[in-house]
């Protein structure tokens, strides 16, 4: 082999392993591409304020994005770090899927925010601090819905039976029929 071959052969493998550092980042995070519509309540001195404030959160990448944050303190996208990542069955026997979030910046005027929240499946809840020269200036309690919201649950097939010449119709679940021993007669 050539000397250029050896270079042009290692050039490409680093470029690939470039490429999927990439693609694998973006599919391991469970927030990437999902958008949060949050209320963010002040909170004075231990009371709620009465109006509470609508935003976004976006995140992407491993940031997140929120028009209020940027709007009022000037934070842009902030990282963030998945502390906890866990699948556990709820009461009903369903995967519910548990994330615990934290972001942390400080800007130049040495004032930080400070992002704690807890996603479960497609509900956000959390607080948001922001202090000064380490001294407590804002605290926002957060709470919110993913903007697509629930999933919609299965409608019920409508099953029509002709007996004897008449037609009855009945609401049933997509499970499997049962035998006709179990159906209702008439």
Do not use: C
């Not at 009371?47 to 404030?53: C, S």
């Not at 979030?101 to 922001?130: L, R, Y």
């Amino acid at each position: 082999m050539s000397r250029l071959q050896i270079v042009s052969f290692k050039s490409l493998t680093i470029i690939i392993f470039l490429f999927l550092g990439l693609f694998s980042r973006a599919e391991n995070d469970p927030l990437h591409k999902r958008v949060f519509n949050v209320k963010f309540l002040e909170i004075k001195d231990g009371a709620p304020a009465k109006k509470a404030t609508m935003d976004k959160m976006s995140f992407k990448d491993g940031k997140l994005f929120s028009d209020f944050l940027y709007d009022k303190y000037a934070y842009k996208w902030l990282k963030y770090r998945i502390n906890k990542d866990s699948i556990y069955m709820d009461s009903t026997d369903t995967e519910v899927r548990l994330l615990e979030v934290e972001a942390t910046a400080t800007d130049e005027g040495n004032q930080t925010v400070i992002i704690n929240f807890v996603v479960v499946e497609w509900d956000i809840d959390g607080t948001i601090k922001i202090t000064k020269n380490d001294k407590l200036k804002k605290y926002y309690e957060i709470a919110g819905r993913e903007k697509g919201g629930k999933p919609k649950k299965k409608k019920k097939k409508k099953v029509i039976e002709v007996v004897d010449g008449e037609s009855t119709s009945e609401q049933r679940d997509p499970s499997p029929a049962s035998p006709p021993s179990e159906q209702k007669k008439e």
